[in-house]
């Protein structure tokens, strides 16, 4: 069993940055996907953190905005975002998948935080 916490979301304005923290409780250490979702649509590729840190991927719709990065020793998982915009309101949720896992797919998640919702508005 593994449970996630997300936190760090709230109201920013654009152009502003936020750290986004997802605590894993769990017994090993695992891969983790940022997903985000807006009302009415699918679940959105973020970022993805291999298990030892060595491996990240972005949707192209973040790179160079989002980075992804983990302390094991916390088991953590922070995703920071810079140059908010309005369309990156959405709750933002973390999910355990594996290293060889397609990391894009909500599918081959097998758990999930409740998520951290993110307001970006002037």
């Known amino acids: 069993q593994v449970t996630l916490v997300e936190s760090g979301g709230g109201v920013v304005q654009p152009g502003e940055s936020l750290r986004l923290s997802c605590s894993v409780i769990?017994?090993?250490?695992?891969?983790i996907s940022w997903f985000r979702q807006t009302p009415g649509k699918e679940r959105e590729f973020v970022a993805f953190i291999s298990r030892n840190g060595g491996t990240t991927d972005y949707a192209d719709s973040v790179k160079g905005r989002f980075s992804i990065s983990r302390e094991n020793a916390k088991k953590m998982v922070f995703l920071d975002i810079s140059s908010l915009k309005p369309e990156d309101t959405a709750v933002y949720s973390c999910?355990?998948?594996?290293?060889?896992?397609?990391?894009?797919?909500?599918?081959?998640?097998?758990?999930w935080g409740p998520g951290t919702q993110v307001t970006v508005s002037s």
């Open positions: 999910g355990v998948t594996s290293d060889t896992s397609d990391h894009r797919v909500p599918f081959e998640h097998t758990y």
């Open positions: 769990g017994r090993s250490i695992y891969a």
